[in-house]
């Protein structure tokens, strides 16, 4: 009767909250964690757990029957550097990420079964050389917050991050992804906010685009937007076609390019996100 009750207890706490967040408004803020404040320690752990979590995930393709697979793993087996199997213990990633890696990983399966069913020609979900998101399902358990800092569940020490101030004020926090990006990390927050009701001005504006001005308003304003490859990124380019295939050095090459494409998206975001504000 206790172990009813708690469930009962859970699942109208759930309900509550679902009702809650059906009046509010569902957001996502990105923070990057500070590398510069990155121990030795830390930085281990995070490398660790994006490691676990692709022998996780190539283990539960290897299984054959995905929907078997469970999240209570302690250890898996992979393929080491000989192509011989190995089995490897799951140190640093938790059993809520495990899980969820799982979850999505049944997700997928399912969405491709739809596209299937739907008469689209599919694939099948492959092995990964990387794995580069972890979810962190449950605020309070998987992440916490606290002042500039977010801990994550398994390292013993919060990491400092930098952008938490975009959250705002009594926000209420969700779930989160962890994202390895160009040699760096972020967390994915997602959080509900009360809805704020729009200004309605009852005008209409029109959008002319050419090739003179990029976009060209019914009032007359004029908006034009160039994004010229940036010399870093031509220079970086250059250094990745001149290195020798498979080596270190054209890894940390190639690792320079992507965040120089990284820079030139953003420049693209920023202008797109001020033009339609």
């Known amino acids: 009767m206790d172990q009813l009750a708690k469930n009962e207890k859970i699942k109208q706490a759930i309900l509550a ?4 967040h059906a009046n509010m408004t569902c957001k996502t803020y990105e923070v990057k964690i500070d590398k510069s404040h990155l121990s030795k320690t830390k930085s281990g752990f995070l490398k660790s757990i994006f490691r676990e979590a692709k022998w996780l995930y190539n283990h539960i393709l290897s299984v054959g029957d995905v929907f078997a697979a469970t999240g209570n793993l302690k250890e898996v087996t992979v393929l080491n550097k000989d192509r011989e199997p190995e089995v490897r213990p799951l140190s640093n990633l938790s059993s809520h990420m495990a899980q969820e890696i799982v979850t999505r990983t049944k997700n997928n399966v399912v969405a491709l ?3 299937k069913a739907a008469g689209n020609r599919i694939g099948k979900l ?3 050389s990387q794995v580069n998101s972890i979810p962190l399902k449950q605020y309070g358990n998987t ?5 500039n800092t977010i801990k994550i569940q398994g390292c ?3 990491f400092r991050v930098m952008g938490l101030k975009q959250l705002p004020p009594g926000a209420d926090l969700t779930n989160a992804t962890l994202v390895r990006r160009t040699g760096d990390y972020y967390i994915k927050i997602t959080c509900f906010v009360d809805k704020v009701a729009r200004p309605v001005t009852g005008r209409s504006v029109g959008l002319d685009f050419g090739i003179k001005d990029s976009v060209t308003t019914s009032d007359g304003e004029k908006f034009n937007f160039s994004f ?3 010399k870093q990124l031509k220079k970086a380019s250059r250094k990745v076609h ?3 295939k498979g080596s270190k050095s054209r890894y940390k090459k190639r690792l320079r390019l992507q965040k120089e494409y990284r820079k030139q998206d953003s420049r693209k975001q920023d202008a797109r996100n001020k033009f339609i504000n």
């Open 113 to 115: 079964g739809r596209l």
């Open 126 to 128: 492959k092995y990964k």
């Open 156 to 158: 013993k020490k919060p």
């Open 228 to 230: 010229p490859e940036s």
């Open 143 to 147: 992440y916490k917050v606290k002042g």
């Open 242 to 244: 001149k290195s020798v």
């Open 17 to 20: 909250t679902r009702r809650k």
